[in-house]
């Protein structure tokens, strides 16, 4: 049978596994953008990643994220469900990922690239405010499809009424949309 807590105890509980599916939100954003400022905000300046192909303090993660590699022109992280095990003022929490990367191998040979797995994310409230203290990425599954097509000039052989329609890692137009008014 279930356990209930007390109303101000479940609406705190609430407000906090928010805070971290927001948090969790916000660094993706970041990471799909390459903004040092979302990332940031994300992490404990003390936080430690270790994504297994990288390794390494909040520092040389943010150097190695942003503004990231050349090769990779865009990138889009789905997440999917997070399990959240809250205790005080910290969590565990595994959140479901697949990603997708648009990696160019050089001359021209680009390869849409897609993973799936998990974070295991241990955080902290510090003050208000919810962030990663440590991330460990698990890969379940990988799969390379091939060769990209040039899709800059419009979808489904439609071609697009402006330039902002392909999203890309650096300098999308999101960023525009975010900072208007």
């Known amino acids: 049978m279930r356990q209930y807590l007390p109303m101000n105890d479940a609406l705190e509980n609430m407000i906090a596994r928010d805070a971290i599916r927001h948090c969790l939100a916000q660094l993706v954003r970041g990471e799909d953008r390459r903004s040092v400022a979302l990332i940031s905000a994300s992490y404990w300046p003390d936080s430690v990643t270790d994504y297994g192909v990288f ?3 909040f520092a040389e993660y943010l150097a190695w994220v942003t503004p990231g590699s050349d090769a990779i022109a ?3 992280h789905h997440l999917g469900q997070s399990y959240i095990e809250l205790a005080g003022d910290s969590a565990k929490v595994e959140t479901q990922v697949i990603s997708y990367h648009r990696i160019n191998y050089g001359d ?9 797995g998990r974070y295991l994310d241990v955080f902290e409230k510090r003050g208000d405010d919810w962030r990663i203290a440590s991330r460990t990425m698990l ?3 990988y799969q390379d ?8 000039a419009g979808v489904m052989g439609m071609a697009f009424s402006a330039p902002t329609f392909a999203g890309r890692a650096n300098d999308d137009w999101s960023e525009s949309f975010f900072a208007a008014p």
């Not at 021209?108 to 799936?116: F, N, P, Q, W």
């Not at 499809?145 to 800059?152: E, K, L, P, R, V």
């Open 55 to 57: 390794k390494g303090t």
């Open 74 to 76: 865009n990138t889009q």
């Open 108 to 116: 021209g040979d680009e390869h849409d690239v897609v993973l799936g």
């Open 139 to 141: 890969y379940d599954w």
């Open 145 to 152: 499809w091939g060769a990209s097509i040039d899709w800059s």
